[in-house]
C-alpha cells in the first residue's frame, strides 16, 4: 500500500484546512486508517482513526472540531480529515496511516500544519 498525503499549510487560528491522503496498490487488504500527527520535540500521536465499518475514534483535544472520513473507490481508497476551529496547538505535521492485514502499517510522507496565533 502507497499513500500520498496533501492538503497541509498555514492558517490563522479559528481557520480550516482539509487533509487528504490516497491510498493505492494493495487497497483490498486496508484494515483500519487513520491520521497522526508530530509536534516539534513531542512524539507522534494518534489524531483520529476509522475502521474498515465506519466505526471512528478521535483523540480528546481534537473532538468536535476535526471530522475524519473515508471514501473507497474502485483502485484508491481517499482519507480526508477536516479540521476547523484550527488552535496553534494543532500546529504538526499530519501523517496518514492504513493498517492492512497482519498489522502491516503503511504511512503517508507527511503534510505540515501551522496554525498561528
Known amino acids: 500500500v502507497q499513500l500520498q498525503a496533501s492538503g497541509g499549510g498555514l492558517v490563522q487560528a479559528g481557520g480550516s484546512l482539509r487533509l487528504s491522503c490516497a491510498a493505492s496498490g494493495n487497497i483490498d487488504s486496508i484494515n483500519d486508517m487513520a491520521w497522526y500527527r508530530q509536534a516539534p520535540g513531542k512524539q507522534r500521536e494518534l489524531v483520529a482513526a476509522?475502521?474498515?465499518?465506519?466505526?471512528?475514534?478521535?483523540d480528546d483535544s481534537v473532538k468536535g472540531r476535526f471530522t475524519i472520513s473515508r471514501d473507497n473507490a474502485k483502485n484508491t481508497v481517499y482519507l480526508q480529515l477536516q479540521m476547523n476551529s484550527l488552535k496553534p496547538e494543532d500546529t504538526a505535521i499530519y501523517y496518514c496511516?492504513?493498517?492492512?492485514?497482519?498489522?502491516?502499517?503503511?504511512w503517508g510522507q507527511g503534510t505540515l500544519v501551522t496554525v498561528s496565533s
Open positions: 496511516n492504513a493498517r492492512s492485514v497482519g498489522f502491516v502499517d503503511a
Open positions: 476509522i475502521t474498515s465499518d465506519g466505526r471512528i475514534n478521535y
